[in-house]
């Protein structure tokens, strides 16, 4: 549910290193890179998440328990009523009133930064994995070549006794080289490397003139710090992260056996240091129109002098492309000029230290232990790392997504969740254009126009219909890092593969295991991998509005992203166009402002303030979900007037809005928690459920909220979206 309108930072710090926690709908305390600038990903603990219209029995309908266990997983009809408090009001705090048993008796993971539903789901996909992974590595996997590519990636990152043995031997030669390096066009040559890092993040993305053709696209990176703040702020935290960065790089270096660290770390630590005043703010790198400048290849150097850009394109195979996209444009602009203006043997030191931090969890014990204590305890909070055999099985569905994932949806994923999903999704969509239909404040230009998207939107669900081929990758589980490698350029290869070929809103853009859902203004399309389609946010055994309030929601947010800040730039097709009448637009933008100011006074933490235009594409997802999601269920209440009935002295509606708090309870470490409220593009988990809820009217019935409540607002001072 995380927007990712384009590719972010590049940074050390990210997801899959440090564990660190989904935020519901997935949010990110600081987004991964990224190759597709037109996914809106709704990864569920940041959240970032119409067909049929006669939903499923299977899917939504609450079912009596069978004798194989056919039970709801929470609860005896989805919500685990033992948490709800009994002191907290839920017009005070409605996030606490619904999760506070479940906040004070969880825990986080040893190793973690963070727990929730989502990291629960994930969890339990990855025990299945693990025992498919297990079951492969012990028979030998003969039979199934996909299975023995798998296990020898995972035997080769499990077998720490010897990485121990060679220590820093795997990339010496290597480091070498880099130290080497004499000239700006080797430093250049280094950067394009998939496995390097660089200033210049280089990926492929979509034309905006054109969806169905790729570009090469370039994006500003290069800190190793989680985002420009770390190197900017002078407050006692920021101060501590900096002399802790510092001390790691040395500790590195000292490691490898290269000599001067003391030196190498002050240039590292200067150069990142004005590297990261030159990048983009959260809130530029969301904005769709400033991150699309398509500029002629051989333009290049004259727009942005200073870096070999012919050479960095040739030893990355797309020297022929004639254009190429650039996003966070003025950054790069700038950071070319640094380039140039910066030694080249400080480049080389920089080039050096962030290759060994690349392969540090594949090296030796002290530099696996190095990375760790800062990566993980500094930065994120985490005491001690996760056992190693847990991060194998996380390594290869990280390197390997797409072949764990297709042995994963063979045994798991049952084709009746396809049609009962499509069920779902025909009531969310089609409440959606009922509303379309009766908004007040949408002219009937625009309201046509709004109806033709939504009706164009592409749904895809569980599993892509092409795998994609790894059949000429041998690994061998001797050479973790070879492995590595390979993986890095055969990553590479098929997304340049992109360039030639024809890109439709059929394709797939996440694993089918993934736990999260997506959007894409360019393709007018919304992603539902299997991983998402399992307890807490969807169960056929659950009562039907604990499903509406958890996928419901899901699915409604994904359709919002379609109609949020940025997808109401594109039309129907994918094209960016402006298809509103001007007076609509200012009536949007009145609207949205009201959320932004809404998300800027709430403060999370002592001097911290949300971003509520950093977060308002994710606001406006929430908003529109939990708003649709309650309409598409009175529609299936019509249909079904027999489940009106309470359950266990609880409402309907009541069990809606309980399911939607629910499936946002989330745990951090402070250092996660303080990351996550200042960097990330969806607000902090509480935040996601009353800063929500205190705009729908139906909930303050529900639940009897009073004015003197602290969540209350006037009627004219709630935001009316879609």
């Excluded at 919500?79 to 999760?99: A, L």
């Excluded at 040395?250 to 150069?271: E, H, P, S």
């Excluded at 200073?306 to 960095?312: M, N, Q």
Aim: glycine share 6%.
């Amino acid at each position: 549910m995380t927007a990712l309108n384009v590719v972010v930072n590049s940074s050390h710090y990210n997801r899959e290193k440090m564990n660190l926690p989904i935020s519901l709908p997935n949010s990110s305390a600081f987004l991964p890179k990224s190759k597709f600038t037109f996914i809106e990903s709704r990864k569920l603990r940041r959240i970032i998440f119409l067909f049929t219209l006669m939903p499923s029995m299977f899917i939504i309908k609450a079912q009596k328990p069978k004798a194989n266990g056919g039970k709801a997983a929470f609860g005896d009809w989805g919500i685990e009523t033992r948490f709800i408090s009994k002191s907290v009001k839920p017009g005070n705090d409605f996030y606490t009133y619904v999760n506070e048993g479940w906040l004070k008796s969880s825990s986080i993971p040893a190793g973690t930064s963070g727990f929730n539903s989502f990291s629960e789901a994930k969890d339990k996909i990855n025990l299945r994995i693990s025992d498919m992974i297990r079951e492969g590595a012990k028979t030998g996997h003969s039979a199934n070549k996909s299975l023995g590519q798998i296990s020898s990636v995972y035997l080769g990152y499990l077998d720490t006794d010897h990485m121990d043995k060679l220590g820093i031997k795997p990339i010496e030669n290597d480091l070498k080289n880099i130290l080497a390096v004499h000239s700006y066009e080797e430093v250049a040559k280094w950067m394009a490397d998939p496995k390097s890092f660089s200033i210049i993040a280089i990926h492929t993305g979509p034309d905006l003139n054109d969806r169905s053709q790729f570009l090469v696209s370039l994006n500003e990176s290069g800190i190793g710090l989680p985002a420009p703040d770390y190197y900017t702020k002078d407050d006692a935290a920021n101060i501590k992260h900096r002399k802790a960065y510092r001390e790691y790089i040395i500790r590195t270096f000292n490691l490898a056996g290269i000599k001067n660290a003391d030196q190498r770390a002050d240039d590292i630590l200067n150069i990142e240091t004005k590297l990261a005043a030159l990048q983009w703010t959260p809130a530029q790198m969301r904005d769709s129109k400033i991150n699309s400048h398509v500029i002629n290849t051989v333009d290049l150097n004259t727009y942005a002098p200073g870096f070999p850009w012919k050479i960095f394109l040739t030893e990355r195979q797309v020297a022929d492309v004639d254009q190429v996209i650039l996003q966070a444009d003025s950054a790069i602009k700038a950071k070319a000029q640094l380039f140039a203006e910066t030694p080249v043997d400080v480049w080389s030191s920089y080039l050096a230290f962030h290759w060994i931090v690349n392969y540090s969890t594949i090296l030796s014990k002290d530099f696996r232990q190095n990375h760790f204590d800062f990566y993980g305890t500094q930065l994120s909070g985490i005491p001690t790392d996760v056992p190693r055999e847990q991060k194998s099985i996380q390594y290869v569905n990280n390197r390997l997504g797409q072949l764990v994932g297709k042995l994963y949806v063979e045994k798991y994923f049952p084709e009746s969740y396809l049609k009962s999903i499509k069920d779902l999704v025909g009531y969310v969509r089609r409440a959606f254009s009922e509303r379309l239909k009766k908004l007040d404040w949408l002219d009937e230009k625009s309201r046509k126009e709004a109806i033709d998207k939504l009706n164009a939107v592409t749904v895809r669900i569980g599993y892509p219909e092409v795998w994609r081929d790894y059949s000429s990758l041998k690994f061998n589980t001797e050479t973790p890092v070879d492995n590595e490698q390979l993986i890095a350029r055969a990553n590479w290869d098929y997304e340049r593969s992109l360039l030639d070929k024809k890109f439709t809103s059929k394709e797939w853009y996440q694993m089918p295991q993934t736990v999260d859902a997506t959007s894409s203004k360019l393709y007018n399309s919304i992603e539902f991998p299997a991983g998402i389609l399992q307890p807490i946010f969807f169960d056929p055994y659950a009562d039907a509005a604990v499903n509406f309030g958890a996928i419901g929601v899901t699915i409604g947010h994904e359709l919002g992203h379609c109609f949020d800040d940025q997808g109401s730039q594109f039309d129907g097709n994918g094209v960016m166009r402006d298809w509103w009448t001007s007076e609509t637009r200012k009536q949007f933008e009145n609207r949205t402002q009201l959320l932004v100011e809404q998300y800027n006074d709430f403060s999370p933490l002592e001097g911290i303030h949300l971003n509520g235009k950093q977060t308002l594409g994710e606001n406006i997802g929430d908003l529109t979900g939990v708003v649709v999601a309650h309409a598409a269920y009175q529609l299936y209440l019509k249909d079904h007037p027999d489940e009106k009935k309470n359950l266990n002295g609880f409402t309907p509606d009541q069990r809606y809005f309980l399911s939607f708090a629910q499936v946002n309870r989330s745990l951090y470490t402070p250092e996660a928690y303080r990351l996550s409220a200042e960097k990330d593009y969806h607000a902090p988990a509480q935040y996601r459920v009353n800063g929500v809820v205190r705009n729908i009217d139906i909930w303050y019935k529900t639940f009897n909220i009073k004015k003197n409540d602290q969540l209350y607002l006037k009627p004219e001072s709630r935001v009316k979206l879609w």
